[in-house]
């Protein structure tokens, strides 16, 4: 049977619940600690859990937690989030960004780019198969999900062995695939990689596509069978909420509507409601942001609560399960 690997055990797809797909719950990046950008460290957990209780409070179930090592991650807090909150988190293995490996990683005397440099494709491979297989940092809580990334309209080296290390890692475990992408580029030339690894773009979700509202490039990736991660909501100084909303109705209207996924991305604390900053809170999406997709799906002729359905329930339990 399928199953989705959970902080809290494995479980089967239908009982995930309504997830959101990419979020931050407990993140202390390196690098961000190092530069004083004090908005991007989450790392109270009663806070945390404040905004939880608006998530489930608004119906919230589950979340994907993207935080990898090199942002921060740290899976015992992730651990406690879930037990005390009562959701369910699927934790993130493999690597988030090339612009985080300046800084020195946790418990090493070196850097993350030295980390890298140091190992070959099969070491990382090795490395994220174990924190898919037998547990992160330190502890016996497993990884549900292997995640790469890029930068802006690039691919450093290291960026590149790291992706294919975590696309073998797929390869040996079957687990499903999360990647970043900054400010939505290099959406297909990331989907090129995954194709001339021979590994299946369904077995992946792209996260910030959104970041880059055009709906021709979210419409070739969705033609790969690939999963899209709607996260930039409420980022309204990028581009107003309709974008956003009109890109996911095209894709609907393309034929894509059992691909897409949606998530917050709440990274900072001024986005947290109770970070002492009184931000929209991780409760936003689901009980102000639904309402108003529905409505406008309605206007263009869809059936909003059927397309919300799917975008929170059933088409996570796809993207996140791991296979028979
Ligand atoms: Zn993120």
Redesign the pocket.
């Known amino acids: 049977m399928p199953f989705i690997r959970t902080l809290t055990g494995d479980i089967a797809p239908d009982q995930l619940g309504r997830t959101y797909s990419?979020d931050?719950l407990y993140c202390l990046p390196a690098l961000w600690q190092e530069k004083g950008e004090t908005d991007l460290l989450i790392d109270d957990v009663d806070a945390t859990l404040a905004d939880v209780a608006l998530f489930t409070a608004a119906g919230g179930e589950a979340v994907y937690d993207?935080t990898a090592i090199d942002y921060g991650r740290n899976v015992a807090k992730l651990h406690e989030i879930s037990t005390r909150g009562g959701i369910k988190i699927i934790a993130t293995a493999g690597f988030n960004k090339g612009i985080m490996w300046p800084a020195r990683m946790p418990g090493q005397e070196c850097t993350y780019d030295e980390w890298i440099a140091a190992r070959t494709r099969g070491d990382i491979r090795d490395h994220v198969v174990g924190e898919l297989t037998q547990g992160m940092d330190g502890t016996d809580l497993r990884g549900g999900v292997a995640k790469f990334g890029t930068g802006y309209n690039a691919i450093s080296a290291h960026e590149d062995k790291v992706m294919r290390a975590v696309l073998d890692a797929h390869k040996e475990t079957g687990c499903p695939l999360h990647s970043h992408t900054e400010m939505g580029t290099l959406i297909l030339e990331q989907l090129d990689i995954v194709k001339a690894e021979n590994v299946d773009p369904s077995r992946l979700t792209i996260?910030h596509l959104d970041r880059n509202p055009d709906p021709w490039v979210h419409r070739k990736a969705a033609e790969t069978g690939v999963f899209v991660c709607f996260d930039g909501i409420s980022r309204v100084k990028y581009h107003p909420e309709s974008v956003l909303v009109d890109c996911i109705i095209k894709l609907v209207k393309a034929g894509h509507e059992d691909q897409i996924v949606v998530g917050g991305?709440i990274?900072r604390r001024s986005m947290y409601r109770n970070y002492g900053k009184g931000g929209l809170g991780l409760g936003y999406i689901l009980a102000s942001w639904v309402p108003r997709f529905v409505e406008e799906a309605g206007e263009a002729g869809l059936d909003g609560a059927g397309l919300i359905e799917k975008f929170f329930v059933a088409n996570p339990a796809r993207a996140f399960a791991w296979p028979d």
Request: proline share 0%; net charge negative.
């Open positions: 990419h931050h993207a996260a991305d990274a």
